[in-house]
């Protein structure tokens, strides 16, 4: 639903976290936005914003050192050990079982991920791998983890065994360090059960004389590519009759398909939304259907770039969105509203999971912005609009986050995404001009400057 929430921009960078905000409002986006833009970009470039407006609210000076008024932690909601040594673990690659594999009902099978220890700190001896949420499906409460070097990687196995009745089932399971705090990364295995279907009898064939077939080359006509660009894949077999050619999707399950000849080509337009790498896989049967197979992979050349630096080494899934945003600061974390996306982030800082939570905001202009019952204590708040009815409403929220330490305020906000098959960081601009990045899976958050 398309929400109305006047938004007032701010014509500055608020200079540290830790500010109150004394007038917060939101007004609609007109003349001020370029204004409010280019007081951004020159804060950002290190040089003091123009002088605001009459009439535009100032922030006053940071709270002394009241607890009550301190926004919440900016450190990265992971583990940490000791000073300058923290935990955090990152998804590589499904071993076993891609997202959404098949299984009959009760079929026992081994989840295998490979995971990165992309912290700074050694997993020694009690970390585990923990179950954290959704369908167990027969699984342990955990597994050990062996010793792993900072930087290292490490395969993690569970023994699991599909549900009894056909569905989707999905289970989280997450790093945790011997003292019982869980970081980095939820990583999750997802499968189909399906009906088994009737066995019936089949005759053994018996293999033809001669050789299976090969397949010479698969290739394409370029070595790398950009979205949008059309090229063309050329191959050649021998002893085949027919092929099949399977477009990869970036989990690496088979996608479209095409039956073609044994040797020959074929164009392909690669969807402007690809990003990474465009494979595919051409199958060669023989009349005994033995068969030959051949991958192949074109590199994609990025074409959008990151709203922030330093960027992160890998390329986003899309231009920047810029929007009206705001952001509010709790005892606890910290909510952030994007109008584009007509979304409230909610990031805990609490030690719990999941660390982060997006919610649709459901609230319009005209509805009440907050409940007069409720009445904070001196020099706290409680959150209005769109973000008092997520805090009031959505369970676990208010008891989370705490009292406000400050009002909103509304400010030019952009918001990026990696371009990963899964586990994808989302970057949003934070309103002291620096980025909150989200872990994947509301596994984690930090404020970046």
Known sequence: MRKRWPLLLAFFLVPAMACTISTPRRGDATATFEAAVQATLTALAGTPPAASPPGTPSPPAAPATSPATQPPSTAIAQATATPGCTYDAAFVADITIPDDTELAPGTSFVKVWRVRNSGTCDWDEGFTWVFDAGDRMGGPASVSVPSTAAGSTVDLSVALVAPDEPGT???????????????????????????????????????????????????????????????????????????????LMPTGQLGNSWEVSVTGSMSYTIPTEARNQEQFVLFVFDAAERQAQATLTIPLRCPSTWFFTPAPDECPRSDPLQTDGAEEHFER????????????????????????VAYVDEWDEGEPESDPSIVPPPGLYQPVRGFGLVWRERPGVRDRLGWAVDPEWGYPMAIQRTSRPKYNLTYIRALDGGVWELGPEGSSWRHLP
């Open 169 to 247: 089932y999905t289970g989280y399971w997450q790093m945790q360090t011997p003292t019982g705090q869980r970081f980095g990364t939820r990583m999750f295995v997802r499968i189909q059960v399906v009906a088994a279907p009737e066995p019936t009898a089949t005759p053994t064939p018996t293999p033809p004389p001669g050789e299976p077939p090969t397949i010479a080359y698969f290739r394409a006509d370029v070595t790398e590519a950009d979205p949008g660009d059309t090229i063309t894949l050329e191959w050649e077999s021998s002893g085949g009759v027919r092929a099949v050619l399977y477009h």
């Open 333 to 356: 974390g910290v909510m952030l509203w994007s109008k584009a996306e007509d979304r409230i982030y909610v990031l805990f800082d609490d030690g719990q999971q999941p660390a982060w």
